[in-house]
Structures are given as structure tokens and as C-alpha cells.
């Protein structure tokens, strides 16, 4: 906060140097009445030209030669503000004048806005704690606070400076040619011809001086009686005031109190109602609603995140219940919280998964999770679906084939176990591999005789570096369904080419990491068909005897079938020659 006494009037700067040498020669001794919690806020704002607030700096010093400095007796903090708020020394750094005098010169200016509310606020919640170096309220030490501006605050400063006067703080106000009266005298203490100061010149500096060191010397006032005050009279250097307890307001006789509804004042921005309570405003919901993080807002209450739901898949907040979703394609079972397993097609999945510098460690921690979402509604098992997985950045690396893991809970705890490569974007060679290793045989991809839809999902957050066309044609070439995943910067362009036809049912694209379930349902329906690519399709191993025996059956009737045919065109070439003789 500011000091009282550092000015920004370029008249200051004329008459300065006799106004110092009054205060440790001719003024009058230090005041040495009792002990005092005395804090200044400074205005350092653009508008304090800089011999201004030289001014300023040497008035404050000037005048804490004037006080009884030590830590049983007076003890200053000083703070200096413009749009943010910065402490100079707390109460309790220093008890030294020279000390204070070294860091108070060695401050600078900090030259932005005038936030004299933002001020206010934190010398009462922060520079006159206990933490800070102010005296127990216990001890009954009083507490004064010095507002020095040159401008116009540029927030509200009535509110504050009135928590602030109830808390037992007393305020003056002192203002710099520029100041705005209006404020000045909203922010002081009662009564306003001792506690708000305009200055203008040098006397008037001077005089400000000398009555505040008088004020600090003199008699406690409360000693003789309550004088009317309702709840407490406080004692001021050479006069008193009445002040309310929290949640209480001094009534226009300034003795009696009133609780402060602070809902009346219209700046709560409650949604829906306003309490006021000792504290100050507070916001309430209606029922069935729950206060948003900003004390403000309200939203309807999501008892998803207040209960343990249990669903397996999603749970849905339905005014003042909720109920469990599953995935397209899955039904919810019978205990109305787990949903039944993709059974409808058989897949060979693989995964090519980007692991470049881009997407940055913690965004792929949520891709794993992705990934795992997306196992968590196939039927993995080594006659269901496989899946494979393939990260690749400047290189491309086979994390696990699609023949290793046989269930659900093994792909998923693979999964989470992959380490985060970070270096390029190299889509294209990613995949060669994918069409030349991660299809074949040898890594677990059924034969191509059994017609098992053969899946490709790119997930990606950039640019490739290197060329994806060639490989993108290819894998489609050989029949495998692919699909493009886009996040963040990802090209729309290249997830089109490396995506088979139509796009609108390959391509899927969130603009970050933390929105990427969504892309679930574009995945579903393809990847876990009701009826599609490989539905109904039984598989059996070609060495069992029924499968050799229908083998055989389809392959006689095939040769039977072209037995005919064949027969059919020898006669209809005999018949040609023999017309072709006849015309001769």
C-alpha cells in the first residue's frame, strides 16, 4: 500500500528540502505515546511523473524521522501500488529508521494503473496480519493506514475502504492536485475534516506533517467514556471515532450500527440469489443446482461427480438423479451400471499412434487413455478382435504386435506402459511400417483366406515431415480400412488422404487433447459394426475337419462348374468349323 506522504506534485520537489530539515530540526520530538501499526501506500502510478515520485520518496523518509520507530513502538510497512500491488517491507522487516529509509529509496516506481481498491484490499487482508509483523488485535494496538494518491482509482474503492474501517483500521486519505475528492473521501475514516487531505502546496504539506504527528501524540480519547458509541469507540491521535463490529455499518449519527446488506450494494453478480451474511455477500443456488468455482455462477448440480455412479461407461446427471450410457453398438446390462462387449465383427486393429515432441508428455498420457476407451468396447480376445500398436515419431517402434495379447486387460495395461518418444512427425514412413510388418502373418494378422477386416487408425497432432501419400494409397490398395484421427494442429488436408472413403465416416478431429471422447462415436460404428465389414463371419482353424471337408466340397464344385464350361465352348467351336467347311 502507499505512504501518506509520498506526493507527486512537482511543487513538492521545490520546496522539499526545507520541509526535511523541519522535520529533524525545528519540528517537534518523535512521538513517543504508545505503540502504533502504522502503514503508507504509495501511488506509483504512470500518472507520478518520475521527479514526482522522487518527491514522494523523500517526503516519506523525511517524515519517519518524525516517529518513534521500533517494535515496541511504532512499526511501519510501506507499500507501493499502480495496477498490481508490491510491499516495500511489511510491519515487521524493519526496526531501524535507517533500514527503512535504505529500502524506501531503493524503490521503483512501477508506472502502470491507479488500482487504489486492489491497494486497500491487500493492506487489510495481508500487510496488517499477524504474519506480516501487525500486533495481536488482543493487544488493542491501533492500526493506521496512509492512502497517498495523485489520481482517479480506476476500481471501487468505497467497499473495501468500509471492511477495512470495520476491521478497526483507520484511514487517511491524502491527495496529490490531481486527486479525485470524491474518492479521497470515501475511502477515509470519520471524521472526514481530520482524515482527508488535499494538497496543493507546500504549507498545506507541511501543515498535513505536522497535524498527523500531533494526532499520533495524543491522549487516548475512549479513556474518558464510550461517547455514545454503540458498539466500540476508538481512540485517534487527538480526537476518536465509533466503529461497528464485522457485518455492522456506522449509521449517518456515526455512533449507532446497522448490519451491512451487502446484496443492496449490486455488485455480487449472483446468477441466482444473494446472502448476505457478517463475511460479506455470498451467492446461493437454487435447488438442484451447485455454485460454480467462481462463487457466482450456478449450473445444474451433476451428481455424476458427487456420487460413486459405478458406470462403466459414462453416467448422465438427470435433474436430481442420473443413469449409465454405453457406446453405440453395446446395451446396458442388467445391473444398469456395465455394458455388454462388441460380438458383432471380427478385427485386426492397428494403432499407429504419434509420439512426436508436439504432443507433449501430458497430452500423451490422455492419448494412451484414448486408446484404452477405445479397447475398452471391442471383444479382444485371440478369435475376437486383435490389437496392435505402433508409435512413431523421427522412427517408427512396434510397441506390441497383434498376435502378443489375448485380452482386453492385457492390451490396456500395455498400453498405459508405452513410454513417450518426443522427436519428429514422421507419418508417412510410419505407415510403410504399418502396410509392410504390422498386417503380416508373422505379427498376427490373420490370413487374408479367413476375411477378417483388416483396421487402421492414424492418430496425429501435426503436420507429417516426411511424404504420406505413396503409403497412404497402398494401405488402402490392400485392403485396410483406414481411419484418421486429428488433434490440435493437425492437417485436415492429410487426414483426408491418409482416411478411406467416404471421409465423413474416416476422418475425426478435436481441437485438443482434453475434448478427444467425443471422436468415440465416429469410431464405433465402424470399428465395432452392428452389421458390416466382417459381421457373422465365423472363424475356424483350416486344419479342423470340417473346415477341410467344406473346403473340398467348394473346391469340386468349382471344377465341376468349369468342367461345363469348358465343354460348352469345345462344342461351339466345333460348330464354327464346321460351318466354316461348309461355306469353303
Known amino acids: 500500500m502507499k505512504g501518506p506522504l509520498c506526493w507527486s506534485l512537482p511543487v513538492l520537489l521545490v520546496f522539499f528540502q526545507p520541509w526535511e530539515t523541519q522535520l529533524q530540526s525545528a519540528g517537534p520530538p518523535p512521538c513517543t505515546a504508545g505503540p502504533l ?37 511504532t512499526r511501519v510497512g510501506v507499500i507501493q501500488y499502480s495496477s498490481q500491488v508490491q510491499s516495500v517491507f511489511p510491519l515487521g522487516a524493519f526496526s531501524r529508521r535507517e533500514d527503512m529509509e535504505r529500502a524506501i529509496r531503493a524503490l521503483v516506481p512501477l508506472a502502470q494503473g491507479t488500482m487504489t481498491g486492489l491497494a486497500i484490499q491487500y493492506a487489510m487482508t495481508v500487510a496488517f496480519s499477524e504474519a506480516e509483523g501487525a500486533r495481536p488485535r488482543a493487544q488493542r494496538v491501533p492500526r493506521v493506514l ?15 475502504a468500509a471492511q477495512a474501517r470495520s476491521r478497526g483500521i483507520e484511514i487517511y486519505a491524502v491527495g496529490v492536485q490531481r486527486a479525485d475528492v470524491g474518492s479521497l473521501r470515501a475511502m477515509a475514516s470519520p471524521p472526514l475534516d481530520q482524515h482527508v487531505f488535499l494538497v496543493e ?34 481512540s485517534t491521535p487527538g ?8 457485518g455492522f455499518t456506522l449509521q449517518q449519527d456515526q455512533r449507532s450500527c446497522r448490519a451491512i446488506d451487502y446484496c443492496t450494494l449490486g455488485n455480487h453478480s449472483c446468477q441466482h440469489m444473494c446472502v448476505s451474511t457478517l463475511g460479506g455477500p455470498q451467492c ?37 438423479s442420473y443413469r449409465c450410457l454405453c457406446p453405440e453398438g453395446r446395451r446396458l446390462q442388467a445391473d ?40 475398452d468396447f471391442l471383444d479382444v480376445s485371440p478369435e475376437g478382435t486383435r490389437v496392435g500398436l505402433v508409435q512413431f515419431s523421427s522412427r517408427v517402434r512396434t510397441e506390441f504386435p497383434l498376435g502378443r495379447y489375448g485380452t482386453a486387460a492385457e492390451v490396456k495395461q500395455a498400453v498405459l506402459a508405452v513410454e513417450y518418444m518426443e522427436r519428429g512427425t514422421m507419418t508417412g514412413l510410419a505407415l510403410r511400417h504399418m502396410v509392410e510388418h504390422s498386417f503380416s502373418e508373422a505379427q498376427g494378422a490373420r490370413p487374408r483366406a479367413l476375411h477378417v477386416p483388416r483396421v487402421g487408425l492414424v492418430f496425429t497432432d501435426g503436420r507429417s515431415q516426411d511424404d504420406i501419400s505413396v503409403w497412404a494409397a497402398r494401405a488402402k490398395e490392400e485392403g485396410i480400412v483406414m481411419y484418421a484421427v486429428g488433434v490440435g494442429k493437425a492437417v485436415e488436408e492429410e487426414l483426408r488422404e491418409i482416411a478411406s472413403e467416404p471421409a465423413e465416416m474416416h476422418v475425426s478431429y478435436s481441437p485438443d487433447f482434453s475434448a478427444m471422447s467425443h471422436l468415440l462415436d465416429n469410431l464405433k460404428g465402424s470399428i465395432c459394426p452392428e452389421e458390416g465389414i466382417g459381421a457373422g463371419t465365423e472363424l475356424r482353424s483350416p486344419c479342423e475337419c470340417e473346415s477341410l471337408v467344406e473346403f473340398q466340397g467348394r473346391t469340386l464344385g468349382a471344377l465341376e462348374s468349369l468342367a461345363q464350361k469348358l465343354a460348352q465352348v469345345t462344342e461351339r467351336l466345333e460348330d464354327l468349323e464346321r460351318q466354316l467347311a461348309n461355306q469353303q
Not at 38 to 54: A, H, T, Y
Not at 212 to 227: N, T, V
Not at 239 to 245: A, D, E, L, V
Not at 349 to 370: A, I, M, T, W, Y
Open 146 to 160: 496512509v492512502v497517498v494518491t495523485d489520481g482517479r482509482p480506476q476500481d471501487r474503492v468505497a467497499e473495501v
Open 37 to 73: 501499526d502504522l502503514v503508507f501506500v504509495i501511488d506509483s502510478s504512470r500518472s507520478v511523473r518520475p521527479f514526482e515520485f522522487e518527491t514522494m520518496r523523500q517526503f516519506l523518509v523525511g517524515l519517519l524521522r518524525s516517529l518513534d520507530v521500533g517494535l515496541n513502538a
Open 239 to 246: 480526537s476518536y471515532f465509533c466503529r461497528c463490529r464485522a
Open 284 to 320: 446461493r443456488c437454487r435447488a438442484g443446482h451447485e455454485l460454480l468455482p467462481d462463487g457466482r455462477s450456478c449450473r445444474v448440480r451433476d451428481l455424476c461427480n458427487g456420487v460413486d455412479h459405478g458406470c462403466e461407461f459414462q453416467c448422465v446427471s438427470e435433474g436430481f
Open 201 to 234: 502546496s507546500f504549507d498545506l504539506i507541511q501543515d498535513f506533517g505536522l497535524q498527523f504527528q500531533g494526532r499520533l501524540c495524543a491522549i487516548d480519547q475512549c479513556a474518558e467514556g464510550s461517547h455514545g458509541c454503540e458498539h466500540h469507540c476508538v
Open 336 to 375: 444398469g451400471k456395465s455394458c455388454d462387449r462388441c460380438r458383432e465383427g471380427h478385427v485386426d486393429l492397428v494403432l499407429l499412434v504419434d509420439g512426436s515432441k508436439s504432443v507433449r508428455p501430458q497430452n500423451f498420457e490422455l492419448v494412451k487413455r484414448f486408446v484404452n476407451q477405445i479397447v
